[in-house]
């Protein structure tokens, strides 16, 4: 059985910072993709930054957000610089992860952790 679960939500002031953690684990061969989605009340779900290949960013978060990977511990991270309220949204780490013996890559998602950017 494999999880993804991301921590290091919180709340913090516009201008401050926070660094998001997404940890696989379980019976994992292989983690293809790790990415951050993102979604505010009332929206879509959208994509943040992955590392398909190389590091990818949604235009409103290129410059503040660096997203890495460690890729020993099945861990990917997002750090999120000079944020602002329309950052607020519950952030989600999505993951294509093949499991031992398997053949194929699945889709998995966390639960997801708040972000909320407010005085």
């Known amino acids: 059985q494999v999880q993804v679960v991301e921590s290091g939500g919180g709340l913090v002031q516009p201008g401050g910072s926070l660094r998001l953690s997404c940890a696989a684990s379980?019976?994992?061969?292989?983690?293809?993709?790790m990415a951050w989605y993102r979604q505010a009340p009332g929206k879509q779900r959208e994509l943040v930054a992955d590392t398909r290949g190389t590091t990818n960013y949604a235009d409103s978060v290129k410059g503040r957000f660096t997203i890495s990977r460690d890729y020993a511990k099945n861990t990917a991270y997002l750090q999120m610089n000079s944020l602002k309220s329309e950052d607020s949204a519950v952030y989600y780490c999505?993951?294509?992860?093949?499991?031992?013996?398997?053949?194929?890559?699945?889709?998995?998602w966390g639960p997801g952790t708040q972000v909320t950017v407010s005085s």
């Open positions: 999505y993951a294509e992860i093949r499991h031992q013996g398997g053949s194929g890559f699945y889709n998995y």
């Open positions: 379980g019976s994992i061969a292989a983690i293809k993709i």
